[in-house]
């Protein structure tokens, strides 16, 4: 099955500092990534909308300046949080979609916890 | 819009009796629905998924899922629980008119099995 992979898995940095999480589609090619975040006990938000060679599709109320998208191949989309702080302490979770003939279906990455200090 | 709701924050249920887990949607069109389970610290891993055809939708470790347009559910079950099937489920939408849309998830129930 299609498998999509996220790294690093855990990662801690001091408070104003910039952390950079890839998602990988390892054995199929996504033309749309997704990025979601994840507080304790909460269902899954959808932060953006990650597409091949062109801007990110963010939600209301995600600062695009703060969480950079790069979606620079079929392959990899990356989420920078820029100048992190405490409040972004989150589970980041990404999702690929799939090949046309999974019905567009998403798969979903193990999640990266990002704890800022 | 599309909207998904689980009732229930959690479902407690003793290991070897049968299970559910609810879910109901709201699309303008017919729905994809999809049922997810996700355990500590991990990311979500997919159990079944309704696109058409037959109501019942037999998914991973047993589980299924009922498809009742009539009550716009889908249930999760499971015959006879484990302790193991302890963690966190959620139930996504999609339009299926609009390929585009992005997956619509519930806010998730924590299904505790006791021994």
């Known amino acids: 099955g299609a498998v999509v992979s996220q790294h690093p898995s855990r990662v801690i940095c001091k408070s104003g500092t910039s952390v950079k999480i890839e998602c990988r589609s390892l054995?199929?090619?996504?033309?749309?990534m997704f990025w979601y975040r994840q507080f304790p006990k909460q269902s899954l938000m959808l932060m953006a909308t990650s597409n091949e060679g062109s801007k990110a599709t963010y939600e209301q109320g995600v600062e695009k300046d703060k969480f950079l998208i790069n979606h620079a191949s079929l392959t990899l989309s990356t989420l920078t949080v820029t100048s992190a702080h405490p409040e972004d302490s989150s589970f980041y979770i990404c999702?690929?979609?799939?090949?046309?003939?999974?019905?567009?279906?998403?798969?979903f990455g193990p999640g990266t916890r990002l704890t800022v200090l | 819009a599309q909207s998904v709701a689980q009732p229930e924050d959690q479902v407690n249920v003793a290991e070897g009796n049968p299970l559910t887990v609810k879910c109901t949607y709201s699309?303008?069109?017919?729905?994809?629905l999809f049922w997810y389970v996700q355990y500590p610290n991990r990311g979500l891993q997919f159990l079944l998924k309704y696109i058409t055809g037959d109501n019942l939708v037999k998914g991973s470790y047993g589980f299924e899922a009922e498809f009742n347009k009539s009550q716009t559910s889908f249930h999760l079950k499971k015959p006879s629980a484990l302790v193991s099937d302890s963690a966190l489920y959620f139930c996504?939408?999609?339009?299926?008119?609009?390929?585009?849309?992005?997956?619509?998830f519930g806010g998730g129930t924590r299904l505790m099995v006791k021994p």
């Open positions: 996504a939408v999609r339009d299926m008119r609009n390929a585009g849309n992005m997956l619509t």
């Open positions: 999702s690929a979609r799939g090949p046309s003939s999974s019905y567009n279906e998403q798969f």
């Open positions: 054995d199929f090619q996504a033309t749309t």
């Open positions: 699309v303008s069109g017919n729905p994809y």
